[in-house]
Nanobody, 124 residues
Framework: QVQLVESGGGLVQAGGSLRLSCAADSVPAFSTYAMAWFRQALGKEREFVAAISRLGGSTSYADSVKARFTISKDNAKNMVYLQMNSLKPEDTAVYYC????????????????WGQGTQVTVSS
């Protein structure tokens, strides 16, 4: 059973930065999993933020975060990160880490494993 645990959320002023981490516990072949970050703002649907391929060579981003956020993957440590720069109030949401075996996708229904989420709040 894949367990994902997010950390690194918090309160930050607009223009600031945060780095989210996702630890994948009990995953013996982490390099076979594509990973992604999604977010869900209050009263809204969960939306795609960024995804990374199994070996980390390919990434994709939602247009709203392109050039501000960077996803990375460390297969030796079973970790995924989301570096968030130039944060805006509209980035406020609960951020979720997700995993699937195979190729990376941007659709939430294609991910099999989810973490509990970490809150990111950006004040104006």
């Amino acid at each position: 059973q894949v367990q994902l645990v997010e950390s690194g959320g918090g309160l930050v002023q607009a223009g600031g930065s945060l780095r989210l981490s996702c630890a994948a516990d009990s995953v013996p072949a982490f390099s076979t999993y594509a990973m992604a970050w999604f977010r869900q703002a209050l009263g809204k649907e969960r939306e795609f933020v960024a995804a990374i391929s199994r070996l980390g060579g390919s990434t994709s981003y939602a247009d709203s975060v392109k050039a501000r956020f960077t996803i990375s993957k460390d297969n030796a440590k079973n970790m995924v990160y989301l570096q968030m720069n130039s944060l805006k109030p509209e980035d406020t949401a609960v951020y979720y880490c997700a995993a699937r075996q195979g190729s990376s996708r941007s659709t939430k229904s294609e991910y099999d494993y989810w973490g509990q989420g970490t809150q990111v709040t950006v004040s104006s």
